[in-house]
């Protein structure tokens, strides 16, 4: 009986190459990190810098942006307006038309005045020869909201307008009344409409989109047909719209409000500041593109000549670990992790100071703060993707390197 020699095979038999676990490549990542703190430190601000680049240079221009964009909200780039057409016999629009007009699914709020054909003046002793030339007009509580106005001093129609005769002045009625404001504590102003007194509560700013409530006093709708002999039937409706759908609300507009003669009802057209708001949106969005770009393609540079040199100086390593059993790619794992991770730290840091930076920056223009979350997120995303390509060839480099020839630099 012959007895057979085994040969070695360099690891136990019945056991396959060691596996590692997430955590541990995690720490093997680590290790260029921790012990090159310095270059590591100067490689994440490469990459920092990349990505806070990309939040500035979107940022920024976001906040400028929103600034732009609501001052061309201001300019009423999602309001229309719904009267009667000029004709004779006159055609009214129905009483319930702004209710029939909400029913439009991108309408966000509705409201009407109407004119009630009633004098204004301010008391009782003065006649037709003292006419200020100012509009009395029923209004509904939901007004401003509609038409972008704001309450100067005093407050605006509420509940008890409908009870009680309260009025709001427009700011050119007010002047041309003599009531420039309303006192809180002090006694109410009143003046004289229809042969009833009215008690002011309110004074408005000036509204430049809609210069026809500045001429006009407001006051109660259920007031109004109760004292001024009001028919009911809205003079102009005001309407908000979503912005992408303000076209598409003007054409089913007129069938809407007046089902029967939709062919006499005016509609104004979208506002001009809405065409050069979209414009700009579309600029700004190419220029992020661009700019975005270049800042990841800085930092991905930066990323990847780190790692080469650092595969140089640490061939020794490299080789001992391929000595002690560590195959090919465990020593890509460990060089890629180590470039992903100095990425995403890179990208973490930059994240912060690029949004401290338009922050800073936005604050000191006196815009509102925008920071990206698209941005953001493309950023840290960027920087993971970066980090793994520019690791990949410093990682392959390492691997392909073998025990003898490692140790032999």
Excluded: C
Excluded at 88 to 100: C, G, H, R, Y
């Amino acid at each position: 009986m012959t007895n057979r020699t085994t040969r070695p095979t360099g690891r136990l038999a019945g056991t396959g190459p060691v596996r590692l676990a997430p955590l541990d490549v995690l720490s093997l990542g680590l290790l260029g990190i921790r012990t090159r703190t310095a270059r590591a430190a100067l490689s994440a601000l490469g990459i920092s810098l990349g990505i806070a680049t990309l939040i500035v240079v979107t940022g920024i221009p976001a906040s400028s942006q929103k600034h732009l964009d609501e001052r061309l909200s201001a300019l009423g780039t999602d309001m229309l307006q719904a009267k009667p057409a000029r004709q004779e016999p006159p055609v009214l629009l129905p009483p319930e038309s702004a209710d029939m007009a909400r029913r439009i699914g991108p309408v966000t709020a509705v409201s009407a005045v109407a004119n009630t054909h009633a004098e204004v003046f301010r008391n009782d002793r003065l006649g037709i020869s003292d006419y200020t030339g100012l509009t009395v007009l029923a209004g509904k509580p939901d007004l401003l909201g509609a038409i972008n106005a704001e309450v100067g001093s005093g407050r605006f129609l509420g509940a008890g307008a409908e009870k009680f005769p309260l009025a709001v002045l427009g700011a050119v009625a007010a002047s041309r009344l003599g009531v420039p404001d309303v006192t809180p504590g002090a006694p109410a102003p009143q003046i004289f409409i229809g042969h009833h007194w009215f008690t002011v509560v309110g004074v408005l700013h000036k509204t430049p989109l809609n210069p026809e409530i500045d001429r006009s006093v407001l006051v109660g709708w259920d007031t109004a047909r109760r004292l001024l002999a009001f028919d009911g039937h809205p003079t102009v409706l005001y309407l908000k719209a979503r912005e992408s759908r303000i076209e598409a609300v003007r054409e089913v507009l007129p069938a809407t409000v007046n089902p029967e003669l939709p062919g006499v009802v005016q509609v104004s057209r979208p506002s001009d500041a809405l065409t050069a708001k979209r414009a700009a949106a579309s600029t700004f969005s190419a220029l992020f593109l661009g700019l975005a770009g270049v800042a990841l393609l800085v930092g991905g540079v930066g990323v990847a000549n780190t790692m080469v040199v650092s595969v140089l100086e640490r061939r020794r390593e490299i080789g001992l670990r391929r000595a002690l059993g560590a195959h090919r790619g465990q020593i890509r794992a460990q060089f890629l992790t180590e470039s992903v991770l100095l990425s995403v730290l890179g990208g973490l840091a930059g994240t912060v100071l690029g949004s401290l930076a338009t922050m800073a920056y936005a604050a000191h223009q006196d815009w509102p703060p925008v920071i990206p979350l698209a941005s953001v997120a493309a950023g840290l995303g960027g920087a993971i993707l970066v980090g793994a390509l520019a690791g990949l060839y410093p990682a392959l480099r390492a691997a392909r390197l073998t025990p003898t020839e490692a140790l032999a630099t």
